[in-house]
């Protein structure tokens, strides 16, 4: 096998050795150059799998030489390396597309892990466009992002769907558990089976029971004939329980028992039904905490925390906006009908310098929003900084008159409605009950309302 080939860009003899024989013990090839036109010479001259390239070099320095280097090297991923005192050069280089930095001093150990995790994301990136020329995709193109963290989910993603185990899924609202659900189902082999998804804290307390295990004839008033549960409809697939923090702590330990031995009765029979399901669990919450609360049981946490997934915040992995913003953008452009071709960096420096409390989520509303104020073909900061104001005018509950637009009118709607569900939980204070109400809409339907505009009733409390 042929050891992957990294190029050192430094001009720091004692520096450049220590990196040319610490990756060299780790079993890479190394080849190095003193200044920026010789490492974008070299990187034209002969094939690399990464670049590690200083900022601050005689000549040229590590900025400008980064679009030279994605034309003589296209696809190969730089490292970027700045003083302590320049950091914010490092976050400036991956805004030109720099697959990551660090700042000097910096621990070898670190740096190797982040050489390997970057190695491997090319590796895996090669094995998507081998199957891409044989016609095949995988459902994990659908995760959005290379940063060091996303790699290591999606490997981890990769690993734990061939298994038959259940799955616990963790994460700040607005990171993705729905779409890394999604993943694991379509890449287990259990794929072909049904993929039923029920959320917790959307359905009454006095109904979740019916829903998840099903009931028999007379089981409550009104249940005029036996109804099989979401367990039983998932026979040969899987089941999402989503926001499982909410789960009512009596039912609890019937789900342990769904969980462990793989059946339950349906409400008001007598007799267990055996389930053929993979359990696929997700929540914001902090379990543990949830125990030491009395409201969550330890026994059903310690069974499901066995193959777990912790996903990242947006905020540790900013190295993908400008992917995410992309992709963001090109959707926002399919919803709203308009032709924005891109954000300019002063726009995407905004972006960089939030934290995303609500993560991606959030992250693709302000996307969106941006691009409704935009009246040209590119986002710049005035539109960013609008998006984030909410300033737009709020029209009454009554009287309301609709801004005129020149949008189709299905577009149009669809952005009211975004606009008077916002307007909503603004006045609720991120309550979805009390917006619910004040809709005129049940709470389940506004749960589905807010899956499909994207938004997060966290972003409007104690506003």
Not at 55 to 64: N, R, V
Request: glycine letters at 8%.
């Amino acid at each position: 096998m042929v050891s992957e080939r990294i190029l050192i860009v430094d001009d720091d003899r004692a520096f450049r050795g220590m990196l040319v024989e610490a990756l060299t013990d780790t079993g890479y090839q190394v080849v190095t150059a003193s200044s920026a036109e010789e490492g974008i010479k070299k990187a034209g001259a002969e094939s690399f799998d990464l670049i590690l390239h200083d900022i601050k070099l005689p000549g040229m320095s590590g900025l400008e030489a980064l679009p030279h280097l994605a034309d003589a090297a296209p696809g190969v991923d730089v490292i970027v390396m700045t003083g302590y005192s320049s950091k914010d050069s490092g976050v400036q280089a991956m805004q030109l597309g720099a697959y990551d930095y660090f700042t000097k001093p910096f621990h070898l150990s670190e740096m190797e892990v982040v050489v390997r995790r970057a190695m491997e994301k090319r590796r895996m990136q090669s094995e998507l466009a081998e199957l891409r020329k044989r016609g095949r995709s995988t459902p994990l193109n659908n995760i959005i992002g290379q940063s060091t963290p996303m790699m290591a989910l999606k490997e981890r993603i990769a690993r734990v769907a061939e298994l038959n185990a259940d799955v616990l899924i963790m994460g700040e609202t607005g990171t993705g558990k729905e779409l890394v659900s999604d993943t694991i189902h379509a890449l287990s082999n259990r794929a072909s089976g049904p993929f039923i998804k029920i959320n917790c804290a959307a359905i009454p307390e006095n109904l979740i029971e019916s829903e998840l295990f099903g009931h028999e004839k007379g089981a409550f008033t009104g249940a005029t004939g036996a109804k099989p549960g979401k367990f039983e409809q998932a026979k040969g697939g899987s089941i999402m329980l989503d926001e499982l923090g909410e789960m009512p702590l009596h039912l609890q330990p019937k789900l342990l028992r769904a969980v462990e031995q793989k059946q339950a009765e349906r409400l008001g029979g007598a007799k267990p039904i055996q389930y053929d399901v993979r359990i696929i669990a997700a929540t914001n919450q902090d379990l543990e905490q949830r125990i030491e609360d009395g409201e969550f049981r330890s026994d059903l946490y310690y069974r499901l925390n066995v193959a777990t997934l912790i996903l990242p915040p947006l905020r540790d992995r900013k190295s993908d906006l400008p992917e995410l913003a992309d992709f963001f953008l090109d959707r926002a452009n399919r919803r709203l009908g308009t032709d924005i071709a891109s954000i300019s960096s002063d726009a995407m420096e905004i972006f960089f310098n939030y934290d995303w409390p609500g993560n991606v989520r959030q992250f693709a509303n302000a996307v969106e929003r941006a691009a409704i104020f935009c009246t040209s073909s590119v986002i710049t900061p005035a539109e960013v900084d609008q998006a984030f104001s909410n300033k737009q005018p709020e029209p009454e509950q009554r009287g309301m008159v609709l801004p005129e637009t020149d949008l189709p009118l299905k577009q149009a709607l669809i952005q009211y409605e975004r606009h008077l569900i916002e307007h909503a939980l603004r006045k609720a204070g991120g309550t979805q009950t009390d917006a619910a109400d004040a809709l005129g809409i049940s709470a389940k339907n506004l749960w589905n309302k807010l899956q499909k505009h994207g938004i997060d009733p966290a972003m409007f409390k104690n506003r």
